[in-house]
């Protein structure tokens, strides 16, 4: 079965930096986009950055400059790297595989989630 797995979320301080991992199992990892979301207390859980096969990546203007998302596909894991972390930055961090085909469908699938959070 299709499984991702968060980790490296903590407690930093504010300029600090944080790497988080998302490992995964049960689909063909080197040929999908991999995503990471976040979601704060009492706000709707928002895209982070994304990753194509190929490398290619995007993300939020909120983090364009501190955040880069890569991947390893010999180990299917993606990763988030986050530097010059802010309060604001503070939230739940969730890995997304957008498109698996299962049961005769495309759905997406999503990890656990790994808290982050800016304090100082």
């Known amino acids: 079965q299709v499984q991702l797995v968060e980790s490296g979320g903590g407690l930093v301080q504010p300029g600090g930096s944080l790497r988080l991992s998302c490992t995964t199992s049960?689909?063909?990892?080197?040929?999908?986009?991999m995503n990471w979301y976040r979601q704060a207390p009492g706000k709707e859980r928002e895209a982070v950055a994304g990753?194509?096969?190929?490398?290619?990546?995007n993300y939020a203007d909120s983090v364009k400059g501190r955040f880069t998302i890569s991947r390893d596909d010999t180990k299917s894991t993606v990763y988030l790297q986050m530097s010059s972390l802010k309060p604001e930055d503070t939230a739940m961090y969730y890995c997304?595989?957008?498109?698996?085909?299962?049961?005769?469908?495309?759905?997406?699938?999503w990890g656990q989630g790994t808290q982050v959070t800016v304090s100082s």
């Open positions: 990753i194509t096969s190929n490398g290619a990546t």
């Open positions: 049960g689909f063909t990892f080197r040929r999908s986009t």
């Open positions: 997304n595989v957008p498109a698996v085909f299962s049961g005769g469908n495309f759905r997406p699938y």
